[in-house]
């Protein structure tokens, strides 16, 4: 693919403009998207029916500016095709129903062949490579094993991750078996995804900022490295581009900075800036997603420029090596002409920086 | 008072041991708390009455060898005496019936007078400082007005902060003229605790980390001085030590070092050997609390052990200046003898080393 400003940054090139796109950008604050998952009836039925995701996919891309775009599909289909039962309650998110409580449980998981159990994702990835704008770069991604397993071992969201901090206090040993367990059937995801025609992968650790700093390197960091080393084996005369995000990993960038990816993702309560003067990888972030649904056209401007220009200071006057995009997911609230805002005023203002 | 570990560490003076007290020391986690909790009616009712209060508090101190106390209250008491009506409901926490909506509702606030409105509070001071062991200092606390202000916006726990974020980037002269009236709130009312007779005094800022760094700065962190100058500025005679405490605040030590406070609490995202070298005040922390609930003895010796010498690595070889902690408030499932294991660890271990 040419001509794609995202891909540039990732490979570090120079680039004309710094490109954005936005976590969970296919998503609840677009009516086209409302309208299409009542079509489908349920959020996971959305996943797994090609057409739709595809649709989905497309939607912000035809709306905005977008210089990627992210196939939908949900971190969760993972754990699913390993053999847990996932459903989505209203309100509280997602839940198993039956989620793993001892040694057993991790046997009895299933492993996964991503070419037959996601099927559905690699048919979207495929539908997505016809159909998206030939400038128009795809991600794929998955949840990272940490933060697959805390949704596999406490059956759904979680305020204190009690049951699997239990694990990492106490059955280590247990816990690094179902890691192990869940980074090769994210890997193998990822490979079939890369061939399936992603452009980039991105690896979401949406959980790893619960941990302390030893923890994380045990139990999320580790696997995260396990996962890059397995693809690059797997497809070494493939050069797809990857992406890590750890939400809440602002105070372990120096750990972040030893793995083998292309990009780190960073959340809006780190200082680009400070984040700059810590690693040489590719930032991707970091916007306060809740602008989105509540500040006025001259603040978002304002706030655009301002991160632009906090980078640019701290990267010895280059806007290059950054991607713009939002800290974390984009809430349902936010509003698709702000959106239209942020993406335009990220173009304008580097262009003229 | 004389030989308190725990004071002697916050005007950094030699130690001969690391002194540890624990946030939410008294607290629904020990047997006896819960039948107290249960003869008072309700957790307010409990706050209101001070010779309940007293007796919860005193019941950690009578149980473990911690070095300090902490009054038996809530944050939440402060926007109630400022006339929000607080209930408390069973799985959702707090809540209020009239948040504010609008600059109408902060004109109505009231003014609040620490001696008469917080009478009880200070009834509960008096009786603890007749009643502690006179080596065990009381700490008294106060929430941020930024923490107070999520509250008093939100109406109680939230999970995207959309209704003060509204404020932050929309109406910031109006959440600038609430976090003024609540900052003269909370520095009387600290200032009458210490008068009363706390001989330190905390800020929890427990939702500063939802911030950026940029809005941390302008919402919360200039109303925590404006504070410390206020006590200051009102009892230039006292000479009593503070302690501020931002959850998620790691990637912001550089902002909470420039504070006149003496101590900062870090949470357990957070090295403490790198928070050493990025502040020359006293840290107080940083334990995972989830450790209490499900770990073992030998883990939690092995992890205090590591804690304590990290720091020491990290300070020339000396563990002063550092008062153990948990990185957040001690959950309702820990367990006491684990709490018990805990703090004889955290005593002999730093006398060995």
Redesign the interface.
Known sequence: MKNSNFLNVLSKNNTTYTPIWLMRQAGRYLPEYRNTREKAGSFLSLCKNPELATEVTLQPIRRFQLDASIMFSDILVVPEAMGLDLYFTDGEGPKFANPIKNSLDIDMLKTVIPEIDLAYVMSTIRNLKQELPNNIPLIGFSGSPWTLACYMLEGGASK???KI??WV??EPKLLHLLLDKISIAVADYLVCQIKSGVDTIMLFDSWG???????FKEFSLQYLEKILQRIKLSLPEYNVPSIVFTK?G???LDQLNTLSCDALGID????LS?ARGKTNKVLQGNL????L????FN?IRA?VK?ILTKYQDANNGSLDGHIFNLGHGI?P?AKPENVECLVDAVHEYSLHL
């Open positions: 204190n991750y009690e901090k239990a206090y106490s900022g619960v941990l302390t700093p030893a923890t809440g602002g105070v372990w809006w309560t780190c200082d400070t306060d997603p809740v602008i649904s509540v500040a006025d603040t706030t301002s809430l609230t």
